[in-house]
Structures are given as C-alpha cells and as structure tokens.
C-alpha cells in the first residue's frame, strides 16, 4: 500500500459525459501528478500540481483539467468523453515539488466510455 | 527528445535470474527507475538509481546503469512465481515549465512471465 488514494476504482460511461477522478496523496506529500495508461500510448504524464498550483504539464488535452485543493487532494476532470479516453489513470504524489526523488503511485482508476 | 524502450516480453524458469534491459535517451536523466505492476494493481516501486551511480544492489534486485550506452537493467536473482508481472522502466527528467519539475517518462513495459 503506498498510501495514495484514487477514487472511484472503476468508471464506465458514455460518450460527450464529463467525470472527476479524485486522488488524496500520501500524508504529508505536496506534489500530485498524474497520469494515464492506454494500451496504445503507455504511461503518459499529464499534469502537476504542488501545494495548489499547477507545476507542469504534460500531454494533458485542453478537455481534460486538474485542481489541487487546499487539504492537498487533487481531482482530474474529463469532459466531452471519448472512446479513446479509455484507459487507467493514475495518481502518484512526492514530498517535493521537484519530483526527482521517489514518486508514489495509486492504485489507479479504470475509466470505460462506452 | 525523449524515449524510453524496452522489449515487452520475457519469460524465465523458477528458480533463474531474469534480466530485463532499458535504453533511454535523453542524458539529463537524474534518476532512473524500476516499476512493478501486478495484474489490476497500481504502480509498484521496486527500486531506482541515481544517474551518478552504476550499480545499486537491493535484496533480490541488482540494477546497472551504463550511462555512456544510456543502458539499464533490472535483474531478479531466483525469480519466483510471484515476480510475473510487467515492469516499468521510467527515467526522470527536469522539465522547465513554470516553476522547473521533474517529470518520469515510462518505457511501453515488459511482461515477465515465471514458468514453474
């Protein structure tokens, strides 16, 4: 157990639908990134977040956005759904707002749009 | 740019040493990492290495780094049943975007698979 939470652990939709994905991270880590896994792109990054702000982004699409609130848990939200959203996405979240050291992974949310 | 590649196969007999490699590609890696994941589970972290470093010894685990070839490997020692899994290669990058953050870019994965 690494102490980061995801929830919901599964999510089947439909197209053109908006969903949140929330995550809490371990207790005391003030960055949160995450990520998706898609049998045809792999693990990507999509964005970061470090004690509320917005640190970096990644290959996040402008339908997808992400917040971190003040108790430090942070959401990613998916709208306008499409088929190829499909797929795992991940919550990982460190102490530091560089992330070089150790990243910590959820156990991830499977999203199915039908 | 950046990539990271692995073969995305493996099996092994119990009882032997796998031995999964990783080619990376951008030299400002600062550390590299080995990722476990089980079937309908998360990100498992096995171990990492800093880019200053060769050889990083953990129980069962030996990883080396060639950093010349840009060269890493994961080997388990007496892999078991319970070691079949993929594992994820990801290297650590500085991206300055904003506020400056390392972010880990993931090789595809390779699937391990341990025949009794």
């Known amino acids: 157990d690494s102490g980061v939470t995801q929830t919901p652990k599964h999510l089947i939709t439909a197209t053109g639908q908006r969903v949140t994905l929330r995550c809490s991270p371990r207790s005391g880590d003030l960055s949160v990134y995450w990520y998706q896994q898609s049998l045809d792109q792999g693990l990507q990054f999509l964005i970061q977040?470090?004690?509320?702000?917005?640190?970096a982004k990644g290959n996040i699409l402008e339908r997808f956005s992400a917040q971190q609130f003040p108790d430090l848990h942070s959401e990613l939200n998916l709208s306008s759904l499409e088929l190829g959203d499909s797929a795992l996405y991940f919550c990982?979240?460190?102490?530091?707002?560089?992330?070089?050291?150790?990243?910590?992974f959820g156990p991830g949310t499977r999203l199915l749009v039908l | 740019g950046e990539d990271v590649e692995q073969s995305l196969f493996l099996s092994v007999r119990e009882g032997d040493s796998s031995v999964i490699n990783c080619t990376y590609t951008d030299s400002s890696s600062t550390y590299l990492y080995w990722y476990k994941q089980e079937p309908g589970a998360g990100l498992q972290l096995l171990t990492y290495i800093f880019s200053n470093m060769d050889m990083k010894q953990d129980q069962r685990l030996t990883v080396l780094l060639n950093k010349k070839d840009k060269h890493l490997s994961l080997r388990i020692a007496d892999t078991q049943t319970g070691d079949s899994a993929i594992y994820f290669c990801a290297e650590s990058i500085i991206r300055y975007s904003g506020a400056g953050s390392y972010q880990l870019t993931f090789g595809k994965g390779t699937k391990l698979s341990v025949i009794p």
């Open positions: 990982a979240s460190s102490s530091q707002p560089g992330g070089a050291e150790t990243q910590y």
């Open positions: 977040y470090y004690n509320g702000e917005e640190r």
